[in-house]
């Protein structure tokens, strides 16, 4: 079992900054594939980051160049550091873990509870 807890949301205005934080419970840490997704008001959930045990990366083409995912083993924390905002980044944040990286973009088996990130214009 994994619980993930996010941290770091909150309201900034476009062109700003925010990194979340991503704590996860257990030992095997180190062994999972970490992901990012985020939902906004009346949308579905999307994927946008994930990074592997071993540290290959992949994004969601709309973050790009702007977000980068990260993840310190020692500390049981994975990160997302989101820079140039937009107004349509603004959403729920979640965290995902699952043992398989090919997973943990789509249909990841652990999920925390979220944290809002607002972006302002």
């Known amino acids: 079992q994994v619980q993930l807890v996010e941290s770091g949301g909150g309201l900034v205005q476009a062109g700003g900054s925010l990194r979340l934080s991503c704590a996860a419970s257990?030992?095997?840490?180190?062994?999972?594939?970490m992901g990012w997704f985020r939902q906004a008001p009346g949308k579905e959930r999307q994927f946008v980051a994930a990074?592997?045990?071993?540290?290959?990366?992949r994004y969601a083409d709309s973050v790009k160049g702007r977000f980068t995912i990260s993840r310190d083993n020692a500390k049981n924390t994975v990160y997302l550091q989101m820079n140039s905002l937009k107004p349509e980044d603004t959403a729920l944040y979640y965290c995902?873990?699952?043992?398989?990286?090919?997973?943990?973009?789509?249909?990841?088996?652990?999920w925390g509870q979220g944290t809002q990130v607002t972006v302002s214009s």
């Open positions: 995902a873990a699952d043992a398989s990286y090919a997973r943990v973009s789509s249909t990841p088996t652990y």
């Open positions: 257990g030992r095997t840490f180190s062994s999972f594939a």
């Open positions: 990074i592997s045990s071993s540290g290959l990366r």
